[in-house]
């Protein structure tokens, strides 16, 4: 990693220097949002379930966390998450699953598909092409189909819309509030953070500098939040290329907490970034960050806004999704191209 702190002028950032497009993406979330919301609702096969799994890896799986949090409060079914190729014995006649593969070319997704159908659970599939939509055409499989071409991490507006309109429907509760105070909210972000945007102002380019040299800790103080660090943590991996880490609080509060208090001197190499999420937090965090701050190099908050899940979620993922382009851009790479995900991917 460079420990050059400087990142390049506004308008090589606008012109996308080194970047195919990483930034216009993440430009386009709020636009993401705003097209996914006026897709017409997929009929689903049965009108009860009992639990509710979203099936898939990476930025696509992140949107079944994402969907998972958002409903939690008011779904009285469980919705769990499966981010491998097995699945849970529980699964099967009476579940619904969303298998969720931006590329429809993922192994462990296509493997749990598969599982799914040969166990008789209901399958709905959000994608955009692939052996996944293949097998979805060819079974009659409920589809969302997302718009193709882009990094699967970055079509984050369409899948989490999809998943979640999906999982809704299948238990009767409306997003539309949601997905209009995260449109809203994304709207402003997406002016304030703009490479354009004056620099003194811009959170998310002075929040980069402050990254170069250092291993972002991400830790959110509930579950939405949690999603969010762990969203921040992904894309740090995936667009800076950087290694990065994520916790969530109560669970750091009876462990990661006493690594930050002791004379360590590896602790001056983490940068820590606290995704707050006020209203909904978990009593306790502000102790767990007073305790961790004594020990790594910085501690940044950065609070969520809006009300609903949905919208904190994605005012807190928002300003990571900036941050991890312009450290790209500080560290002079190119924030798209993940050629180790792709080596493995070849070799599975
Ligand atoms: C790449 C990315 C990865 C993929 C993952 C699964 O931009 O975000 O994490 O999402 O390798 O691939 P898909 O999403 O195509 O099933």
Request: proline share 5%; glycine share 10%.
């Amino acid at each position: 990693m460079t420990s050059d702190a400087s990142l390049p002028g506004s308008d090589q950032m606008s012109r996308g220097n080194r970047d195919s497009d990483m930034l216009a993406a993440v430009l386009a979330l709020p636009d993401q949002l705003r097209r996914a919301a006026v897709q017409p609702p997929v009929a689903l096969d049965s009108a009860f379930y009992t639990n509710l799994v979203v099936l898939g890896m990476g930025g696509s799986g992140i949107s079944g966390d994402v969907a998972a949090a958002v409903l939690s409060e008011e779904c009285a079914v469980p919705i769990i998450v499966v981010k491998e190729g097995g699945l849970p014995a529980f699964v099967g006649k009476g579940s619904l699953l969303v298998a969720a593969s931006y590329s429809g070319n993922t192994a462990e997704t296509l493997a749990g598909c598969a599982e799914a159908m040969r166990r008789e659970a209901d399958i709905a599939c959000v994608s955009s092409g692939g052996e996944l939509l293949d097998m979805a055409e060819k079974n009659g499989f409920p589809i969302v189909k997302v718009p193709g071409d882009m990094q699967p991490r970055a079509a984050l507006g369409y899948l989490a819309v999809a998943t979640l309109s999906l999982l809704a429907a299948a238990v009767g509760i409306s997003i539309v509030e949601q997905v209009r105070e995260a449109i809203e909210i994304l709207d402003k972000l997406a002016v304030a953070l703009a490479p354009g945007a004056a620099e003194t102002e811009n959170s998310a380019v002075s929040l980069a500098r402050k990254m170069v040299g250092k291993v972002p800790i991400v830790y959110g103080g509930s579950r939405v939040a949690a999603v969010a660090a762990n969203r921040w943590k992904c894309q740090l991996n995936e667009n800076s290329k950087v290694p990065a880490f994520r916790n969530e609080y109560p669970e750091m509060g009876h462990n990661e907490i006493v690594g930050w208090s002791d004379g360590n001197p590896l602790r001056s190499a983490a940068l820590l970034v606290a995704l707050r999420d006020r209203g909904a937090e978990n009593p306790g965090f502000d102790v767990a960050l007073d305790i961790s701050r004594e020990g790594a190099a910085g501690l940044v908050e950065i609070s969520s806004q809006g009300v609903t899940a949905l919208a904190r979620f994605f005012s807190l993922a928002y300003i990571g999704d900036f941050v991890s382009v312009y450290l790209a851009l500080a560290r002079g790479i190119d924030p798209t191209p993940v050629e180790a995900i792709g080596r493995l991917k070849s070799r599975q």
